[in-house]
Antibody, heavy 123, light 108 residues
Framework: QVQLQESGPGLVKPSETLSLTCTVS????????WSWIRQPPGKGLEWIGY???????NYNPSLKSRVTISVDTSKNQFSLKLSSVTAADTAVYYC?????????????????WGQGTLVTVSS | AIRMTQSPSSFSASTGDRVTITCRAS??????LAWYQQKPGKAPKLLIY???TLQSGVPSRFSGSGSGTDFTLTISCLQSEDFATYYC??????????FGGGTKVEIK
């Protein structure tokens, strides 16, 4: 059974960089898309971006200037960096897996998710 | 980006009820639509993909329909464990994946 686990600081200061890692166990990181999704307290889901195991990426246009997602296949991990954070970036951050898409899309829905980790931006 | 609008945003229902949630896309997305269920403090769980295909292990009381811009999620006989928030997500525009705002199903 595939499992995803987020890790990283729970508190980040304004203007600094948020860094999280997702460790994948029970399966290979190869041949899938790996994504970050966040959810501000009491609000809905926002897709941040995804990376293919080969390293190609796509980011949410609204966050693109601040986001970097990378993958380390040797460790079965992928990571998120979000720079210049503000209080608006306070959220539960989830990592998730998607299969290759079919037809007109390259990515399928998210079938496995981590449990999520709350990151608070505050001085 | 394609905007996904869910309605209603919340409603109350009783165990045994048949309930329907609607999701509308701001432009056509064919059948590239997924539904998720999220319970408090938990990660979302994939219920349906390709608008109407049930994810493995999901009870058959859940069903989805629609294509183009209008989609529905139906729970044929609401169970106690179904009280949760439901989200739709389009994956047609794979450069900008988007979710609906969510529909909270509460106990009447």
């Amino acid at each position: 059974q595939v499992q995803l686990q987020e890790s990283g600081p729970g508190l980040v200061k304004p203007s600094e960089t948020l860094s999280l890692t997702c460790t994948v166990s029970g399966g290979s990181i190869s041949s899938y898309y790996w994504s970050w999704i966040r959810q501000p307290p009491g609000k809905g889901l926002e897709w941040i971006g995804y990376i293919y195991y080969s390293g190609s990426t796509n980011y949410n246009p609204s966050l693109k200037s601040r986001v970097t997602i990378s993958v380390d296949t040797s460790k079965n991990q992928f990571s998120l960096k979000l720079s210049s954070v503000t209080a608006a970036d306070t959220a539960v951050y989830y990592c998730a897996r998607a299969r290759d898409g079919v037809g007109a899309t390259i990515v399928s829905p998210f079938d496995y998710w981590g449990q999520g980790t709350l990151v608070t931006v505050s001085s | 980006a394609i905007r996904m609008t869910q309605s209603p945003s919340s409603f109350s229902a009783s165990t045994g009820d048949r309930v329907t949630i609607t999701c509308r896309a701001s432009q056509g997305i064919s059948s590239y639509l997924a539904w998720y269920q999220q319970k408090p403090g938990k990660a979302p769980k994939l219920l349906i993909y390709a608008a109407s295909t049930l994810q493995s292990g999901v009870p058959s009381r859940f069903s989805g329909s629609g294509s183009g811009t209008d989609f529905t999620l139906t729970i044929s006989c609401l169970q106690s464990e179904d009280f949760a928030t439901y989200y739709c997500q389009q994956y047609y525009s794979y450069l900008a994946l988007t979710f609906g705002g969510g529909t909270k199903v509460e106990i009447k």
